[in-house]
């Protein structure tokens, strides 16, 4: 069983390529944009940006 109370490892990310939305409209005639890949997993990917300095 995963110990919860231990967090994750982090790691620095030095670059990331993200895929051009693929835009597209519903049948109800919204507009939408969305990614699509077969076979690249779900993630949540948090940005975090120094502002104001």
């Given at each position: 069983?995963i ?51």
């Amino acid at each position: 069983m995963i110990d919860r109370s231990i967090s994750p490892k982090t790691k620095r990310i030095d670059s990331v390529k993200i895929d051009e939305p693929v835009q597209n409209t519903l049948d109800n005639g919204i507009n939408y944009n969305g990614f699509y890949s077969a076979n690249a997993p779900v993630i949540k990917l948090d940005m975090i940006f120094r502002a104001g300095v």
